[in-house]
């Protein structure tokens, strides 16, 4: 069974420790873990590993955030990912710093990452992880702030956080998105 892991962020050492990469952060360390490397390739950097028997493509794209949805689109093709195999990860505003939630579908709250996936695949129902990452700026500051890097305080715990994200790719894999809701959401 094939699964497209996306890991949503921004391309080129400028943004590599932001808060928007956390996504390449999640994937990074999965291959990591399995002992593979990414590739640059087609709108993407790419790394395949196997969890329990599956076939994972773990994908970086390079469109830049804002056109994440054209590397999704090209990959989920060209692996024969059905949709219910898709995983996104993504940063967001919404949620305290480190609290990690699943969905199953949903609107893109915004986020530009999610707004051009949605419009590409014509549909809001893909598995996505949110990662928390607080909303402490002041009006206006919104973008400096997603583009901006951790604080001390937060690089202390995003180590075992993102460990947390890449728990939750490892249990969508093995278990499904359901179970996996229940069993991680809240940790």
Avoid at 16 to 43: C, D, M, P, W, Y
Avoid at 126 to 146: E, W
Wanted: net charge positive.
């Amino acid at each position: 069974m094939n699964y497209l892991i996306v890991g949503l962020g921004n391309p080129g050492s400028k943004y590599e420790e932001t808060r928007h990469n956390i996504g390449f952060k999640v994937v990074e360390l999965l291959a990591k873990e399995a002992g593979a490397a990414f590739s640059l390739q087609k709108q993407a950097e790419v790394c395949k590993i196997k969890i329990k028997g599956r076939n994972l493509t773990l994908i970086k794209p390079t469109t830049y955030m804002n056109l994440s949805g054209k590397a999704v689109n090209y990959y989920m093709q060209a692996e024969k990912v059905p949709l219910e195999n898709i995983f996104v990860i993504t940063d967001d505003l919404a949620l305290p710093f480190g609290k990690l939630r699943l969905k199953g579908k949903g609107s893109s709250g915004g986020h530009n990452g999610l707004k051009d996936i949605e419009a590409v695949l014509k549909t809001q129902e893909y598995a996505r992880l949110r990662f928390g990452v607080g909303a402490d700026f002041s009006k206006g500051k919104q973008v400096d702030y997603v583009l901006g890097e951790w604080s001390s305080e937060e690089r202390e715990t995003l180590e075992e956080r993102i460990k947390t994200a890449a728990e939750f790719v490892k249990s969508f894999v093995s278990i499904g998105l359901d179970m996996t809701m229940s069993n991680w959401n809240g940790k």
